[in-house]
């Protein structure tokens, strides 16, 4: 009986080891920025880089304007943060990348996301450098056809925060509680 209990724990811990060491090498751990360098296009059509997620804490959402549900309730709770946080919320940067960059032109997120807010960059671009960035900051996306042409987006439906040296700080999951994410936010900001 002992025994059986000594190899149950020695496999808990093996387990609990093994779970941290892959923590600790998968990218962005650590203080190192979260994700790939990349140039993409803003939703004013101009050249954005990860430069502009740097000196000041970020908010990054992976997204598509003809999304049905998870990318407008998103992307309205990204401003309703912003609208609690008020003055101290001032230095948060938020960035809405598209998924679905053979769709979402520039003019397109601009009209899609001012429509919600003035405090959310949008990201597009070249379909391939995009899918570059989004495998490099752990986004998982596929295209689901719907019939004829049509499609939609399978899609992480998660805001990751990142810290103003872009490494990565945390997320706020999809349908989490506002009082939860506004204390994660404040945290943030907090440095």
């Known amino acids: 009986m002992m025994r059986k209990v000594l190899i149950a ?32 296009t803003d939703y004013d059509g101009k050249p954005i880089t990860e430069a502009a997620m740097r000196g000041h804490p970020s908010m990054v959402f992976f997204g598509f304007t003809h999304c049905p549900e998870i990318c407008p309730t998103t992307l309205y709770e990204m401003s309703q943060w912003f609208d609690e946080l008020g003055e101290a919320g001032k230095p948060l940067h938020g960035y809405f990348i598209s998924i679905d960059p053979e769709r979402d032109t520039p003019a397109m997120l601009k009209d899609y996301i001012t429509a919600v807010t003035d405090r959310v960059t949008g990201i597009s671009g070249d379909p391939d450098k995009v899918w570059a960035m989004a495998k490099s900051y752990g986004i998982y996306w596929k295209k689901v056809p719907l019939g004829g042409d049509d499609y939609t ?4 439906a998660t805001v990751l925060l990142l810290r103003p040296d872009g490494s990565f700080f945390g997320t706020i999951a999809y349908g989490e509680g506002k009082d939860t994410a506004l204390v994660k936010l404040r945290r943030l900001l907090q440095g």
């Open 9 to 40: 724990l020695l496999l808990v811990v093996a387990g609990g080891l093994g779970y941290l060491a892959l923590g600790l090498l998968k990218p962005g751990s650590g203080n190192d920025p979260y994700g790939a360098p990349f140039t993409l």
């Open 153 to 156: 987006m399978d899609h992480t």
